[in-house]
């Protein structure tokens, strides 16, 4: 017969032992479920293909340029609908802003500011963007640019690492490039504002009310003193192109005021809208 010390181990092992019951069974199955359902459902739009997505080559993603925003959708629910309302109107207010400082610069050097400024070696300098600057209340921003140095100079970093919010989307969330420096979310037309040229708004044939200034952009922003920071809104308005808004972008015209222009905008209109001086038709527009 076995002493008491010598049975305790195997008494020890048999009080170790479990059986899980039904109820924990089903528990623990009820939280894997769980789990796979809100996977599910963070992910969905992704699994869905909800979304379309944008093809990004590295190499020809400036580190001051963000590329990564994709459509967005329509909104589905009345919160979604305010929340969409609310960044129209305030983007609209920004365009405005823009457009205020824009024939306040025009009022002040009797031309429009160029749209880039750039070297005969091709060194980009300086953009439209900076130029208005005193003229949105941004006098100390303005003030910090060494403008004998390009915009990209080291000693300019600090100044564009500063995001200007009149040049800010509030409906877009990307904001600040790789870089560290901040974005527009609008770009000048590149057909007006062009590089080293100051024209003032008499050379607008097309009438002012007819011809687009700057537009919203709904995917590659810029850093807002990025010379680049221009172009032709024919390309980059249209239904194969993103938009700032589910179903199309805003233009500041040259006259100030701020119009819809839908993705599936007739590309005749669109291109008598971005020439300054073609005599082109816009119809009922």
């Known amino acids: 017969m076995n002493s008491p010390s010598e049975q305790l181990p195997v008494d020890h092992l048999k009080s170790t032992e479990f059986t899980p019951s039904a109820s924990t069974l089903i528990g623990i199955l009820a939280g894997c479920l769980f789990s796979g359902l809100l996977l599910w459902f963070l992910f969905q739009d992704i699994l869905q293909g909800k979304y379309r997505q944008t093809t990004i080559n590295p190499a020809a993603c400036p580190s001051n340029v963000v590329s990564t925003r994709t459509q967005p959708e329509a909104p589905t629910s009345p919160l979604e609908r305010i929340r969409l309302a609310t960044g129209q109107?305030?983007?609209?207010?920004?365009?405005?802003?823009?457009?205020?400082?824009?024939?306040?610069?025009?009022?002040?050097?009797?031309?429009?500011?160029?749209?880039?400024?750039?070297t005969e070696s091709g060194t980009l300098y300086h953009g439209w963007q900076t130029s208005i600057l005193p003229h949105i209340d941004q006098f100390e921003l303005y003030d910090q640019i060494n403008f004998d140095r390009p915009w990209d100079d080291p000693d300019n970093y600090k100044v564009?690492?500063?995001?200007?919010?009149?040049?800010?989307?509030?409906?877009?969330?990307?904001?600040?490039?790789?870089?560290?420096?901040?974005?527009?979310?609008?770009?000048?037309?590149?057909?007006?504002?062009?590089?080293?040229?100051?024209?003032?708004?008499?050379?607008?044939?097309?009438?002012?009310?007819?011809?687009?200034?700057?537009?919203?952009?709904?995917?590659?922003?810029?850093?807002?003193?990025?010379?680049?920071?221009?172009?032709?809104?024919?390309?980059?308005?249209?239904?194969?192109?993103?938009?700032?808004?589910?179903?199309?972008?805003?233009?500041?015209m040259s006259s100030g005021a701020v119009r819809f222009l839908s993705r599936d905008i007739d590309p005749a209109i669109l291109k008598a809208l971005s020439t300054p001086d073609s005599n082109d038709s816009t119809g009922d527009f």
């Open 89 to 118: 109107s305030q983007s609209k207010q920004h365009l405005n802003r823009i457009g205020l400082a824009v024939h306040n610069y025009h009022s002040t050097f009797g031309v429009l500011p160029p749209g880039r400024t750039e």
């Open 160 to 252: 564009f690492q500063q995001q200007v919010p009149e040049y800010l989307n509030p409906a877009i969330q990307e904001k600040v490039a790789p870089d560290g420096t901040a974005l527009s979310h609008y770009v000048g037309n590149s057909l007006l504002l062009k590089k080293n040229q100051s024209m003032p708004f008499e050379s607008i044939s097309d009438g002012k009310d007819y011809t687009i200034l700057a537009v919203e952009r709904g995917n590659n922003f810029h850093t807002w003193g990025d010379p680049a920071s221009l172009a032709d809104p024919q390309q980059i308005i249209g239904p194969d192109q993103i938009s700032a808004f589910p179903d199309g972008t805003q233009a500041l």
